[in-house]
């Protein structure tokens, strides 16, 4: 699904940028070998190491996986996934093959996918299965009968059922938007990017086409602006909800982040037309830096890649290998170089020194060693 624009779109393999709800109680997920458990902000173990893969509370609720693998990427694969309380129980015990962090209090499953070795990867991913959504007490919303599926935002989801084509649904799953577009973006601020002939608009609750299709690309409206590439030639811009131009990217930006702390990722690459008379992004050596909603460079193009800012901090690639943290104003935390880095949360930072997993304060302490 290329065209679709996730809520972050430059990441690399070894740092990752999510965006969680706001996370209660204090505990964060640690690795000890090859199995997660639970710490306090002050690093004691509350939750024993004993699951597969384990991530962070969200509405009271974390999701763990037992007996999956892992892929090439840090993450895993197989296995079954369900949900813990702050105790360690399991309020939904481990029964899905994919699942999802709680949104608008309901979270995604799917029943039925299989690990497949795609050939021209070399590498295992989960394919099939149809997805549903449950509540808090595990008990299914809207039972599994979707091919496909995005969390819910705003009181409606996207899914995709017995066709190409994706639509919007309710809580009562109902088709609100019928499935009729290639690819779609959650609602944010009362519109949703849907992609309609390989062109993106934005519609209203009801399904009317609010700004026409004709952008390459688009990613949510936040604080009244959403960005939208026009045409082949990877320039992006920055419009309002009536679909006026409000601001550009910086000159020769090819990929952003969405605005984070009022500051998006931008990565400059050179632009090539190529024998069918599209223009193709060629990648730079440290070509990624950090711009304004003005589109005017704050921190100046210098890393391989790079996280949002959350917490004042951001995660930044200084090359193939290692990784480090900046602050708003692009100083650097004082650290070694970090294997992998990940989003600040409740102000810790899940790192690897070389290889070995970490925690760490925003200046950079260490709260808790593997």
Not at 96 to 107: K, P, Y
Request: charged share 20%.
């Amino acid at each position: 699904m290329e065209e679709y624009i996730s809520e972050t779109t430059i990441v690399s393999s070894a740092g990752a940028s999510v965006r969680y709800p706001r996370t209660m109680p204090d505990l964060f997920p640690v690795c000890c070998g090859d199995l997660w458990g639970y710490v306090d902000r002050n690093g004691a173990m509350i939750i024993n190491p004993k699951f597969k893969a384990a991530e962070p509370f969200v509405d009271g609720l974390a999701l763990v996986n037992l007996r999956g693998t892992p892929d090439r990427d840090g993450g895993i694969i197989g296995g079954q996934w369900g949900y813990i309380d702050p105790d360690g129980k399991y309020a939904i015990p481990p029964q899905f093959h994919q699942a999802h962090h709680f949104s608008d209090g309901l979270a995604a499953v799917n029943i039925g996918a299989k690990l497949e070795y795609n050939f021209h990867d070399e590498e295992h991913y989960m394919f099939g299965g149809l997805w549903g959504f449950v509540d808090r007490s595990g008990a299914y919303v809207i039972p599994p009968t979707l091919e496909a599926v995005h969390d819910f935002h705003d009181g409606l989801a996207v899914a995709r059922q017995g066709t190409y084509y994706f639509g919007f649904i309710n809580r009562d799953a109902e088709w609100v938007i019928p499935a009729q577009y290639r690819y779609c973006v959650p609602f944010s601020e009362g519109l949703a990017a849907v992609s309609l002939k390989d062109k993106y608009g934005f519609v209203d609750p009801a399904g009317e086409f609010k700004i026409k299709p004709k952008y390459r690309q688009a990613h949510p409206f936040d604080r009244g602006v959403a960005a939208v590439l026009k045409g082949r030639s990877y320039s992006w811009s920055y419009i309002d909800q009536n679909g006026k131009e409000v601001f550009s990217a910086p000159e020769g930006v090819t990929h952003i982040s969405d605005f984070h702390q009022d500051l998006a990722a931008g990565s400059v690459n050179e632009k090539v037309r190529m024998s069918d008379g599209k223009y193709y992004a060629s990648a730079l050596s440290a070509n990624t830096g950090f711009f304004d909603r003005k589109g005017q460079w704050v921190i100046p193009p210098q890393f391989e890649s790079a996280g949002n800012f959350v917490e004042d901090r951001a995660w930044v690639e200084l090359d193939e290998d290692h990784y480090g943290y900046i602050k708003l104003d692009g100083t650097h935390l004082t650290l070694p170089p970090l294997t992998s880095a990940h989003d600040f949360r409740d102000g810790l930072a899940a790192v690897r020194l070389d290889g070995k997993f970490q925690l760490i304060g925003k200046e950079g302490s260490i709260v808790w060693a593997e």
